[in-house]
């Protein structure tokens, strides 16, 4: 029996959770615009009630502590989830993502693969940051982060940005990874250009700010879904680390640094932001 549709599926998993303890089993679908809905599958009517009326009182006040305190008893059994008929094995998540996710995907293949035609110089020349007298051209602040020199670098950061990026797009809305995405590509982009100049690019820096997003916001609501292991955490900030020591070669290290300290700063507003509703 549907009960109820959400926009974010951390509400979703978060009643279901809470339900749980009640020895009483819900699922959710997504839908073709990619809510959340809520079934209740059971044949009694005495339980039917009971989550009708449990259901009423949620609605009213999702971030009552009860909700959290069972959140918190589950979220080892499920972090990020998608409806079983669409999961695929690998760190890829196969399942189809979001247009945003999709849109950056194609653009940074599509300009990769405009490098072997045009070469990088002229890339660059159009859409690499702006050089003394291009400070009006303002697509400049953003789009190095579209550019890879490499094989290895684009696969990399474009199954990160799948991965995280898809994460983001499914469970906290497209509007949020666009507001993850402009503001750590901007400022990861300003601080290396300070540093290094304008020849860079890459998603890197986004693809940080990402993982320092989901781990913290994860980590504090294990409810929304969202979910870096922290060992991964562990991983990528001593990577982060040996990139600034120059063992690894010419790298975006500034870019990286500054986003992934984007990405915990938004979380910490995200964070505060739910805390005072």
Request: hydrophobic fraction near 50%.
């Amino acid at each position: 029996m549907y009960l109820i549709s959400f926009k974010q599926a951390e509400f979703a998993y978060t009643f279901i959770d809470y339900m749980a303890t009640k020895d009483i089993i819900l699922r959710t679908e997504l839908d073709k615009d990619g809510n959340s809905q809520l079934f209740f599958d059971d044949s009694c009517d005495d339980k039917l009630t009971i989550v009708k009326q449990e259901l009423e009182q949620y609605i009213q006040n999702p971030y009552d502590k009860r909700y959290l305190d069972a959140t918190w008893q589950k979220s080892n059994n499920h972090s990020f989830k998608l409806p079983a008929k669409k999961l695929n094995a690998g760190i890829l998540n196969l399942a189809p993502v979001g247009v945003i996710t999709l849109i950056i995907t194609i653009v940074c293949i599509a300009l990769y693969g405009l490098l072997f035609i045009f070469g990088t110089t002229q890339i660059l020349t159009y859409l690499g940051y702006p050089l003394p007298g291009q400070q009006a051209q303002m697509w400049r602040y953003i789009t190095p982060i579209f550019i890879h020199f490499s094989l290895l670098h684009i696969v990399f950061n474009i199954m990160w940005w799948w991965y995280l990026g898809g994460m983001i797009e499914h469970l906290k809305g497209r509007f949020k990874l666009i507001e993850i995405t402009i503001i750590s590509g901007l400022l990861s982009n300003y601080a290396q250009a300070s540093i290094s100049g304008p020849d860079f690019g890459g998603l890197s820096g986004v693809v940080y700010a990402l993982m320092g997003y989901v781990w913290l916001y994860g980590e504090t609501r294990p409810s929304s879904g969202l979910r870096f292991e922290r060992a991964m955490i562990v991983i990528i900030i001593v990577w982060l680390l040996a990139g600034f020591t120059g063992i690894l070669g010419p790298i975006a290290n500034t870019a990286h640094l500054v986003g992934l300290i984007v990405g915990l700063l938004l979380a910490v507003k995200d964070i505060w932001i739910i805390k005072k509703q």
